[in-house]
């Protein structure tokens, strides 16, 4: 299994950035996908999950509205589009594969890829 997130950077409140996930190793268009983060010094919070098809996408209350996921499965990879941004979502982003097809929900031992600096500062 490989994650590879890519899209962070630095970014001013109210700006956008898209986040990108390449997967491969594993069946991708199998599994529900999610997109956690870690702050500084804090631990890891769950961000979005979205299903095989795309049909079942959720969000956290701190993050709904303003950030979409998505997926192309044709090209193993998944996405985190960032709007409206603010200091609170600096952290450092994951995406994370669950251990079997069955698993729905997230949770920390899942498979994560290296992450992405997100950086939202004027």
């Known amino acids: 299994v490989q994650l590879v997130e890519s899209g962070g950077g630095l970014v001013q409140p109210g700006g956008s950035l898209r986040l990108s996930c390449a997967a491969s190793?594993?069946?991708?268009?199998?599994?529900?996908m999610h997109w956690v983060r870690q702050a500084p010094g804090k631990g890891l919070e769950w961000v979005s999950t979205i299903s095989y098809g795309s049909g079942t996408r959720e969000y956290a209350d701190s993050v709904k509205g303003r950030f979409t996921v998505s997926r192309d499965n044709a090209k193993n990879t998944l996405y985190l589009q960032m709007n409206n941004l603010k200091p609170e979502d600096t952290a450092v982003y994951f995406c994370?594969?669950?251990?079997?097809?069955?698993?729905?929900?997230?949770?920390?031992?899942?498979?994560r890829g290296q992450g992405t600096q997100v950086t939202v500062s004027s």
């Open positions: 190793g594993f069946i991708f268009e199998i599994y529900y």
């Open positions: 994370a594969k669950p251990q079997t097809r069955s698993s729905t929900v997230w949770r920390p031992e899942h498979s």
